[in-house]
């Protein structure tokens, strides 16, 4: 099985930056896709951005285009967002997700749909003010 465990969340001011990561252990295998979704208070969750296993094409919501990037360090089995020009919008519950193995993140189900995605972190609590 896969764990995910997700670091970074905190508490930043309006037009700050923090950098998530997110861990995976387990059988991790090399065909998938990772990916960040977040739950803001009284709203459902959603996709922020999603990056396929050889690091290439990567995907975003409209909402976080040009001020967030994912990459990842399979060596470290590690995916991480950046996250820059903070907005109180962007205060959340952040997840990390990963596709069961051989799962890309460009076919089936699009790279936001939650029920494409076969693993998921705890979270970590992103604020900004």
């Known amino acids: 099985d896969v764990q995910l465990v997700e670091s970074g969340g905190g508490s930043v001011q309006t037009g700050g930056s923090l950098r998530l990561s997110c861990t995976a252990s387990g059988y991790t295998g090399s065909i998938n896709c990772m990916g960040w979704f977040r739950r803001a208070p009284g709203k459902e969750r959603e996709g922020v951005a999603a990056?396929?296993?050889?690091?290439?094409?990567?995907f975003y919501a409209d909402s976080v285009k040009g001020r967030f990037t994912i990459s990842r360090d399979n060596a470290k089995n590690t995916v991480y967002l950046q996250m820059n020009t903070l907005k109180p919008e962007d205060t959340a519950m952040y997840y990390c997700?990963?596709?069961?193995?051989?799962?890309?993140?460009?076919?089936?189900?699009?790279?936001?749909?939650?029920?494409?995605?076969?693993?998921w972190g705890e979270g970590t609590q992103v604020t900004v003010s």
């Open positions: 997700a990963r596709t069961a193995t051989g799962k890309i993140c460009s076919g089936g189900a699009p790279w936001f749909s939650q029920g494409k995605y076969a693993y």
């Open positions: 990056v396929p296993a050889d690091g290439g094409a990567t």
